[in-house]
């Protein structure tokens, strides 16, 4: 009897020893849960930390230590064990000092199992005891509301972007000292209700120029409202200085304000990214990547599968500018995710998928030279150095572009002309895009979808045409020689322009606009 009771209590400290807190990862545009277990056993003092933890983690464990001692708390004098679980999942970041100090904390006594009970807690520890931002904040947080977590505490500085995540209690922490007073009801948490509102909004300031400022050619003026209208994909050649780059600029004043959701997702890409931690996107991005870009920076990769480019122009603009000049690979990289919006990375120890619905921009000259075709300026390219320069640009990729527009030089007696002092052609084509955009939005149902999204089978089912612009169809597929796509591609962008005109069937008109932006 005696035997056993001492065996019972042996038993009853061992469960009192360890501790589970509960936090979470970022995974590819996800995340995952972890459990982070304490335990602590008699023995020479030790403080190790397993399952599948990287090098930032493992180097925890001195940021740990310096913070608990620092924040005027007792790093036990034992040998302490920290489990992450599950055991097989790769976890990297620093997301998890937190959590590891508090699972040494509820491990020494200094903590009790009711103040961590249905809390979730993420944050970087400096030696001093204050929580750094981490990024993949929103991931974070999303996976805790699935797993039913009722509060999250992470650094005061993610507080702003963990906002945009409702139905979940979240406080901003300064300091480990601050997070123990709270837990023990010594002090009052400024939640992320509290701070909606305290930034200020940028995203009605103006930056770069306007489609005012773009002198001369009002062709591509109203393809480039044609395009940003229907989120289409669009091609720009001309000679240099022509305003190519200019306009392509230009219209990142004209996009569309983003949506709730859309911020959402925007915001969630830049913090993987750890572009930003503590500010939320409110603005549609334009993103303008250099030609000498490599596939991994445009497409998104390397060893952690961060996102690149195109998931950083989610729901906004990728400017390609002197297209010809990326290296092929890049170009070729960029034809599934033009055609699926979406971009799977896999690597050997994961798989990630990031989001890739952009619009595309880009520019070029006809040749090496540029001048090919100007009535001024004598081409000095050679035939072969002509088919060289423009086969770089292939034919399944030219097939993923909806529009493309040939602009020619501006006269120098209209560049000397006084720019206007207002803005009223760039005021009226936005208005112009925005109420196409909210025809599109009536039509479909859906936030944030344009024509340029829709499917083969949902132009079939959702766009309508007179008889005389499926004539005109049938006819100019044959002499132009559409493949599927750009058969498809040349009703959406005919459905824009009737979105724009006011219009609710494609009539031949606006078929033939659409026509002209094929490249033949």
């Known amino acids: 009897m005696g035997v056993g009771l001492h065996f019972f209590m042996v038993y009853a400290i061992r469960v009192r020893m360890i501790s589970k807190i509960f936090s979470a990862i970022p995974y590819g545009f996800g995340g995952k849960m972890v459990e982070v277990e304490g335990d602590m056993n008699r023995g020479l003092p030790a403080f190790n930390i397993v399952g599948m933890a990287n090098k930032t983690i493992n180097e925890a464990k ?278 699926d919006r979406l971009i799977t990375i896999s690597r050997a120890n994961r798989k990630s998928a990031y989001p890739a619905d952009f619009m595309l921009i880009a520019t070029m000259n006809p040749c090496p030279c540029g001048y090919l075709g100007d009535p001024t300026h004598e081409c000095k390219c050679t035939e072969q150095q002509i088919q060289n320069y423009q086969k770089k640009l292939s034919g399944p990729l030219l097939d993923r572009i909806d529009m493309y527009i040939s602009v020619e030089r501006v006269e120098n007696v209209d560049l000397r002309k006084e720019l206007p002092d207002s803005s009223n052609e760039h005021l009226a084509t936005k208005e112009a895009i925005k109420r196409a955009i909210l025809r599109q939005q009536a039509r479909y149902q859906r936030d944030g979808f344009f024509n340029a999204s829709l499917s083969s089978f949902e132009v079939s089912q959702k766009l309508k045409m007179e008889p005389a612009a499926e004539t005109l169809l049938a006819d100019a597929s044959e002499r132009l020689n559409l493949s599927a796509r750009a058969y498809f591609k040349a009703i959406k962008v005919a459905q824009t322009i009737a979105d724009l005109e006011g219009a609710s069937v494609i009539s031949a008109s606006y078929l033939a606009e659409a026509l002209t932006y094929r490249k033949r």
């Open 62 to 339: 001195e940021r740990v230590r310096s913070a608990i001692v620092n924040s005027s708390f007792s790093f036990p004098d034992r040998k302490v064990t920290i489990n992450l679980a599950p055991a097989d999942l790769l976890k990297d970041g620093s997301y998890l000092d937190l959590p590891i100090a508090l699972a040494v904390m509820l491990v020494s006594g200094q903590l009790i199992k009711a103040d961590v009970e249905k809390r979730l807690f993420v944050g970087e520890l400096a030696l001093d005891g204050k929580l750094r931002p981490v990024k993949g904040i929103i991931n974070i947080l999303e996976v805790a509301k699935e797993a039913g977590m009722q509060e999250v505490y992470l650094p005061i500085k993610n507080l702003a972007q963990a906002s945009l995540v409702k139905g979940i209690t979240i406080y901003g922490v300064n300091t480990l000292q601050d997070l123990f007073l709270a837990l023990k009801k010594q002090l009052v948490l400024r939640s992320a209700n509290e701070i909606i509102g305290d930034q200020d909004s940028d995203k009605n300031k103006l930056v770069g120029p306007i489609l005012d400022h773009v002198r001369g050619q009002k062709t591509a003026k109203r393809a480039m409202e044609i395009a940003i209208a229907g989120h289409h994909n669009i091609l720009i050649s001309g000679p240099p200085g022509a305003g190519k780059t200019l306009l392509a600029r230009a219209a990142a004043n004209l996009l569309p304000t983003l949506s709730p959701e859309e911020k959402v997702a925007i915001t969630k890409v830049y913090s993987l990214a750890g572009m930003t931690t503590d500010i939320i996107i409110e603005n549609r991005p334009f993103r303008s990547p250099h030609h000498t870009a490599s596939a991994t920076s445009i497409i998104g990769g390397g060893a952690a599968a961060i996102p690149g480019e195109i998931s950083l122009a989610h729901k906004g603009v990728l400017f390609l500018d002197e297209l010809p000049e990326f290296q092929r690979s890049v170009l070729e990289a960029l034809r599934q995710p033009l055609e």
